[in-house]
C-alpha cells in the first residue's frame, strides 16, 4: 500500500513518514521544502519537490506511484503570523486543500488524513474538548483548517471520500535527534532557547483561573502523533466513505509552570521563569478528551510530559552542537 505525503520533509511530516513506514506501508513525499528538509526524507523514499496547489503534479504523482490514499500535512502554521498575513494563509492552506481535492476526485484516489488542529475549537470554556463541541476559530490559522475539513466532509458526500481529519493539541519533542522541531513560537522550544541564550523563560501571564494561575494546554508527543495517522490511514484502507473529525491529545492538561519543570528537570537545571503580560488570544485551559480516537481508532498516547521534553532538549543539543 502506497500513501503520498504532503508536508513530508517537515518537522511532523517526518515522524509520520518514519511511522507509515515502520507499519510496512510504502510512501511517496510532496513537499515543497518552504519550511521542510530534504535531508529528512529517507533514501529510497520518492520524494516530489511541489507546490501542494499543483493540481496536475499531485494527480500525476498518484497515478504514478499507484497512491491508495494521502495524508495532507502541507500547511503554513503560525497562529500569529496567520493575524498578521490572512489572505496569505488563506491562499496556501485553502487552495491545498481544494487542489488536493481536486487531484485527488482526477487520480480516483479517496483516501484521506487530514492535519486539523485544536485551533478550529477557539476559546473554549469546558474542562474536556470533544468534537462535537462547536468549532468557533479565533485566527485565521484556525478558520483555514476548518475550511479544510468543510472540503474534505463535502467531498466525502459528493465524491465517496473517505475522510479522517486529526485535530492536533500541542504537538512537542522529537522521535529522534535528527528531527527536533525548530519552530521559533511554541513553548518548549521557546524555553530551551532562552537558556541557550542566558535569558529567562517567559510565562505569558499567570492570573488565569487555574491552580497555578498559568495556561493548561493538553501536549501530545509527537511520536504518538505520528501514530495515530497510522491509525486513521489503516482504518480508512478498510473503511467506508465518510467524514470523522477526532482530537488527538493525552487528555490531560500541564500548566506552562509545569512544562518549564519537566524542561528544566532535561536539562539538570533550574529555570528561573519571568512572568510577563497575556499573550492575546490565549485560552486558560485547552485539554481534549480523546476518547473518540481510543474507540474507534484503537489509538491512544503513550509519551508523557517528560519524555516530549527529554527528547526536545536532546534532540535541540545535538542540533546546536552539530
Ligand atoms: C502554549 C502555552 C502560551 C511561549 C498553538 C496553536 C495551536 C497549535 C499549537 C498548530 C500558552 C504559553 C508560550 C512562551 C509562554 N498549532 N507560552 N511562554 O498557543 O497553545 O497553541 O500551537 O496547530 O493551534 O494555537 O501553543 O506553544 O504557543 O503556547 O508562557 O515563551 O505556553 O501563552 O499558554 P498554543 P504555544
Same mark, same amino acid.
Given at each position: @500500500?502506497? #500513501? @503520498? ?28 521544502? !518552504? ?11 520518492? &520524494? ?13 504523482? @498518484?497515478? /504514478? ?38 487531484? @485527488? ?26 468534537? /462535537? ?70 510565562? &505569558? ?31 480508512? /484502507? ?6 470523522? !473529525? ?5 487528555? /490531560? ?31 486558560? %485551559?485547552? %485539554? ?10 484503537? #489509538? ?23
Amino acid at each position: @500500500m502506497t #500513501w @503520498m505525503l504532503t508536508g513530508g520533509a517537515g518537522y511532523i511530516g517526518a515522524h509520520v513518514l518514519r511511522a507509515l513506514q515502520a507499519s510496512g506501508r510504502q510512501v511517496v513525499v510532496v513537499d515543497d521544502l !518552504s519550511t521542510g528538509h530534504a535531508e529528512v526524507v529517507p533514501e529510497g523514499v520518492p &520524494f516530489v519537490r511541489a507546490d501542494v496547489r499543483d493540481t496536475d503534479t499531485l494527480a500525476r504523482v @498518484m497515478t /504514478e506511484h499507484g497512491v491508495v490514499g494521502v495524508v495532507h500535512l502541507a500547511a503554513k502554521k503560525a497562529v500569529g503570523e496567520s493575524v498578521e498575513q490572512p489572505l496569505r494563509y488563506y491562499r496556501e492552506n485553502v487552495d491545498g486543500v481544494l487542489a488536493l481535492a481536486e487531484a @485527488m476526485v482526477d487520480a480516483g484516489v479517496s483516501r484521506i488524513v487530514y492535519s486539523s488542529s485544536a485551533a478550529v475549537y477557539g476559546a473554549v470554556d469546558v474542562d474536556l474538548v470533544t468534537e /462535537e463541541l462547536p468549532t468557533q476559530p479565533v485566527s485565521p490559522y484556525g478558520e483555514t483548517k476548518l475550511i479544510g475539513e468543510w472540503v474534505f466532509r463535502d467531498a466525502a458526500v459528493a465524491h465517496g471520500f473517505a475522510v479522517t481529519a486529526l485535530r492536533y493539541f500541542n504537538v512537542a519533542g522529537a522521535g529522534s535527534d535528527d528531527l527536533g522541531d525548530s519552530a521559533v513560537f511554541n513553548l518548549i522550544p521557546m524555553v530551551m532557547r532562552a537558556h541557550a541564550r542566558g535569558d529567562r523563560p517567559q510565562i &505569558f501571564g499567570a492570573d488565569y483561573p487555574t491552580p497555578d494561575g498559568t495556561c493548561i494546554r493538553d501536549y501530545i508527543h509527537v511520536a504518538d502523533l505520528a501514530d495515530a495517522h497510522v491509525a486513521a490511514a489503516a482504518a480508512l /484502507e478498510t473503511g467506508a466513505p465518510g467524514f470523522t !473529525s477526532y482530537n488527538i491529545g493525552r487528555g /490531560e492538561g500541564s500548566s506552562v509552570r509545569e512544562v518549564i519543570a519537566s524542561v528544566a528537570a532535561a536539562i539538570g537545571t533550574d529555570l528561573h521563569a519571568e512572568v510577563v503580560g497575556r499573550r492575546p488570544g490565549d485560552p486558560a %485551559v485547552l %485539554v481534549a478528551s480523546a476518547d473518540r480516537a481510543a474507540a474507534e481508532l484503537g #489509538w491512544t498516547a503513550t509519551r508523557d510530559l517528560d519524555a516530549m521534553t527529554g527528547s526536545a532538549w536532546s534532540a535541540f543539543r545535538a542540533r546546536s552542537h552539530g
